[in-house]
């Protein structure tokens, strides 16, 4: 069984409980749920960067990175989690958001549902082509 292993059917169920007996003493085994698919996150990213090139934020053109803080935060105050603003070690001040790279699937479902959201609010265009029409949660 490799380092890491989604379970889909009875065969790779019965290969992760094996995985599990036949293990040195001292190793051990994480089950939890599947994090964001690969099409989710390229998704993503392409939405931040339709948003660098055609949105601005109170006046100021960002980058696809910078889009990611905001929206990240964002969705996570829209949907009860709260923000976590600190003063950094250089004394700025930081938002200590959750990653998008372990959110679970459905968590990953609606940020990109926030964001789509969003664009669409504030005009900004999804093009064709990009993936956005096949997409599916």
């Not at 990175?65 to 935060?73: H, R, T």
Request: glycine share 8%; aromatic share 6%.
């Amino acid at each position: 069984m490799d380092e890491c292993a989604v379970i889909i059917n009875d065969r790779t169920r019965a290969q992760a409980a094996r995985a599990v007996v036949t293990a040195p003493d001292g190793w051990s085994a994480v089950i939890k749920p599947a994090t964001r698919s690969l099409q989710q996150n390229a998704l993503l990213h392409a939405l931040f960067s339709d948003l660098a090139k055609q949105a601005k934020f109170h006046g100021r053109t960002l980058s696809a990175a910078q889009w990611k803080v905001l929206m990240i935060s964002g969705h996570t105050v829209a949907t009860g989690g709260g923000a976590d603003i600190v003063q950094g070690v250089e004394g700025e001040f930081c938002n200590i958001r959750e990653s998008s790279a372990h959110m679970s699937i459905r968590r990953m479902t609606s940020l990109l549902e926030y964001v789509v959201a969003y664009c669409a609010t504030n005009n900004i265009r999804l093009p064709a082509g990009k993936g956005y029409e096949e997409y599916q949660a």
